[in-house]
């Protein structure tokens, strides 16, 4: 077995009484997660000594074992309050605790595990730590590990917060920051800043991996730590620190407005701080305002051109008016070409994506839709774990008709850790071209992705006898207004969308897995029907009476219903007489009644799914 080696990289130690104390996320070496940072801040304060704290895997017997097994934060949590109590760091009575990424859990276990240690400490500052946990396995492959211990809603993470509401939440012994990077697409500020109050927020400038990595003195994380440690308390937020807050978090409307107008007042603003404070405003409801600061500096920069260009297109989704739609994409166009001049990769993967969408959904144009999708790909490819180039991927597939390449890159942007509204947004734009192409398959394929639960709430199953088609046809023409542009997006299915060369039985079995809602259209055709009494029945009526579906069922030939469990199920129609039996005017109303009641079956299933545990 190798030697034991040290795991503390001494950057300045001169006999101060307080000591800075960087610990890493555990991933590499230790001194290679900060850059220059400690460098950088031993040269702006001079009474502090300075070091990095790190495990060599001779530390424990099997690294990998280890962080595969529970005990592992535990684990390390021990390994650095014990760490923290010997030579050198023994002789400090005021330690500054700082960690990047997973080392802020193990920092904060050892803290609620260690009263002595928490006692010493007097500044914690967590840069990009998950401390509410993760709800994707995308963060995992980053460190090259499983870590279920990170999982939201994990034991750990479950007791850790149990704990430290407990031990620090009213009052506690050190001065306290979490700090979350703007751009950060692995740990979002869900889980970073909001398990903590307001007050101790801040946000920075920068990714994950480069909040940590300062390039100058000047750098916002380098000031951020340089200001807490000379005057002994946390800084008050700037208006561009609560402006990155305010986007990264939904507030209110006046309080959006108060922070866009801050970014007005400060002088040299930058896009990125305009962009996030038009972000702010849209999040908070307030659109025209968010419409009018990004109009204000669209010239400025082509993100801020490309950020307007999109809040036209949301209003183009919300109203429909094509004078929103057709100025969206000349902002796109203009940015675009800007973009190209300056040979700015980052902006043209992005802005030829909207550009081919546009192309695509409103001008009918495939061919142009593919040659901006050509370009999009030339600067976005290989994605990597970049949650934007990862969509820009996905949809140009679709434009190409590469549906399986786009549904696997759609399927790993979901493992990508990002705030719910990308994911949102990129399954929009995908269903509007998979609605533009009359693809119902591939809306299908879509929802199955990003909203798999959610189209079992709101799909209604219908199974009916090919020789009461007819009945179908005007139960459907009577159900039509009470599903048209309802915000639930209800979904009726019926066995005419199978598609040529798909199996029969497969697809009407999936179907029926997937419905909220199942209604039948009974007449002795239908109980005669070796396929659906064997088939499609038994799985309805399993289905109904475990509370998994609701039956609407209608009695409208005569048949031998009450031979079957249908007896011991209310009919959505007085089953006295079948509606063949009925005049026509009594039928359209017993139709109109039977349509409402579907709905009404509709609306309960999908708020079932809302109280429902979600899938995995």
């Not at 939201?152 to 007791?159: M, R």
């Not at 088939?535 to 409208?556: D, M, N, Q, R």
Request: hydrophobic residues 45%; glycine residues 6%.
């Amino acid at each position: 077995m190798a030697a034991q080696k040290s795991n503390v990289t001494r950057v300045r130690e001169n006999g101060s009484e307080r000591a800075v104390v960087f610990v890493h996320g555990y991933n590499g070496a230790q001194d290679d997660t900060w850059g220059n940072f400690p460098l950088l801040l031993a040269a702006a304060v001079s009474d502090f000594d300075i070091f990095t704290i790190g495990y060599a895997t001779t530390l424990l017997p099997d690294v990998t074992g280890i962080w595969s097994a529970d005990p592992d934060l535990p684990i390390l949590a021990i390994m650095l309050s014990t760490e923290l109590a010997s030579e050198p760091f023994d002789r400090y009575g005021s330690l500054t605790l700082i960690a990047h990424s997973m080392g802020g859990l193990v920092v904060q276990k050892a803290l609620v595990d260690d009263e002595t240690l928490a006692a010493r400490a007097r500044n914690v500052i967590l840069f990009g730590t998950p401390s509410a946990g993760l709800a994707k396995a995308g963060i995992f492959r980053f460190w090259k590990r499983q870590l279920r211990n990170m999982a939201a809603g994990s034991v750990f993470i479950t007791a850790l917060r149990d704990d430290w509401t407990r031990l620090f939440g009213a009052e506690r012994p050190f001065n306290f920051l979490v700090v979350a990077g703007a751009s950060d697409q692995f740990v979002p500020s869900d889980s970073s800043l909001k398990p903590f109050p307001r007050s101790f927020q801040k946000s920075v400038i920068g990714d994950h991996i480069s909040i940590v990595k300062p390039a100058d003195a000047t750098a916002p994380s380098v000031a951020l730590v340089v200001t807490t440690l000379k005057k002994g308390i946390v800084p008050a937020a700037d208006s561009l620190e609560q402006t990155r807050l305010a986007a990264e978090q939904p507030t209110t409307k006046t309080e959006a407005r108060t922070l866009a107008k801050a970014v007005e007042d400060t002088p040299g603003i930058s896009w990125k701080d305009i962009v996030e404070a038009a972000l702010a405003l849209d999040c908070a409801g307030d659109r025209p305002a968010s419409i009018a600061l990004l109009d204000r500096y669209k010239e400025k920069d082509t993100d801020i051109k490309g950020a307007l260009g999109g809040r036209y297109k949301r209003l183009w989704y919300d109203t429909g008016d094509r004078a929103h739609a057709d100025y969206s994409l000349q902002l796109y166009r203009e940015a675009l070409a800007s973009a190209q001049a300056a040979n700015h990769g980052d902006q043209i993967y992005y802005l030829a994506i909207n550009v081919a969408f546009m192309n695509f959904v409103l001008l009918d144009d495939a061919a142009a839709a593919q040659q901006m999708a050509t370009l999009a790909l030339q600067h976005a490819t290989p994605p990597g774990d970049d949650v934007w180039k990862t969509a820009t991927v996905a949809e140009a597939h679709l434009y190409f008709g590469r549906t399986a390449e786009a549904l696997a890159e759609y399927r790993r942007l979901l493992t990508l850790q990002a705030e719910h509204w990308k994911h949102k947004s990129a399954a929009l734009q995908a269903s509007r071209i998979a609605a533009k192409l009359g693809r119902t398959d591939l809306i299908e394929q879509l929802d199955a992705i990003f909203t798999p639960a959610s189209r079992q709430a709101n799909r209604i199953f219908v199974s009916y006898s090919h020789a009461d088609r007819e009945w179908w046809k005007r139960l459907e023409d009577m159900l039509r207004p009470y599903l048209r542009d309802d915000k639930t997006e209800l979904d009726v299915w019926v066995d005419t969308r199978i598609q040529p060369g798909q199996q029969w039985d497969a697809e009407i079995r999936k179907a029926l897995d997937r419905s909220g809602v199942a209604v039948a259209l009974v007449s002795k055709g239908f109980l005669a029907s070796p396929y659906i009494m064997d088939h499609e029945f038994p799985p309805i009526i399993s289905a109904s009476t475990k509370g998994e579906l609701e039956l609407v069922w209608v009695y409208v030939e005569s048949g031998g219903f009450e031979v079957t469990p249908l007896n011991d199920i209310q009919a959505a129609y007085d089953t006295k007489k079948p509606l063949s039996l009925l005049p026509h005017a009594e039928q359209e109303e017993a139709l109109k009644s039977v349509a409402q009641q579907i709905k009404a079956a509709a609306l309960r299933a999908t708020e079932r799914f809302k109280h429902q545990p979600k899938q995995p």
